[in-house]
């Protein structure tokens, strides 16, 4: 990702990392979803455990729009967690989430990038097949509470050179700016995406 967390935010869109305070408006974007999202204990749980997670959240005139959470396993990054709200859905929130949650998976060491997904998402299989996760078996069920089952996705070689060419590819495509700011990086980052 090129350019500096002071670059201006053509949308608006900052990327952050998930705070206890932003628990508010994650809940009413888990309340959102089609199964049944996480709780507020699970979520807390998670953010006092900051070694081997990344949470981040993407924020709209301050108002929390998405989030995604990633676990750390050995070389693999497995994004537990990713929704945007209703509201501003096919905005390209997903895919910056999915972007700065990646460069972290990088940054932290990780070569392989896996996740879930129902079955019927086909917006969210679209976005994981453009960075490069492949479907490579079914969790029957995993989705009980909608009777879905689960497509497990896998990109391996995320730390190579052919695939930071596919996220530079991605960002380019995005149009606008966006910024994203975490903590454990100097200047943070500012992506032309």
């Known amino acids: 990702m090129a350019g500096a967390v002071d670059d201006a935010a053509v949308d608006g869109i900052v990327i952050t990392t998930m705070r206890r305070r932003h628990l508010r408006g994650v809940l009413r974007i888990e309340a959102q979803q089609a199964h049944d999202g996480w709780s507020f204990g699970l ?11 990344t949470y981040l959240v993407a924020r709209y005139g301050g108002a929390v729009v998405g989030f995604v959470g990633v676990l750390y396993a ?11 709200a209703d509201d501003h859905k096919r905005s390209g929130i997903a895919t910056r989430l999915l972007l700065a949650a990646v460069h972290i998976a990088i940054d932290h060491g990780s070569q392989n990038l896996t996740l879930e997904v129902r079955s019927t ?3 969210a299989l679209g976005l994981y ?23 497990v ?4 070689g995320i730390d190579e050179t052919g695939y930071a060419d596919r996220l530079d590819g991605i960002e380019a495509g995005m149009g606008g700016a966006f910024v994203v700011d975490w903590p454990g990086h100097p200047t ?3 992506a032309s995406s």
């Open 74 to 84: 050995l070389e693999d990054a497995h994004v537990t967690t990713i929704a945007v």
């Open 188 to 190: 943070g980052r500012g």
């Open 153 to 156: 996705m896998w990109a391996t």
């Open 43 to 53: 979520f807390l749980a998670e953010l006092g455990r900051p070694d081997g997670r």
């Open 121 to 123: 998402n086909e917006p």
């Open 129 to 151: 097949r453009r960075f490069g996760l492949a479907p490579v078996g079914v969790r029957r069920g995993y989705y009980a509470d909608v009777g879905e089952d689960a497509v």
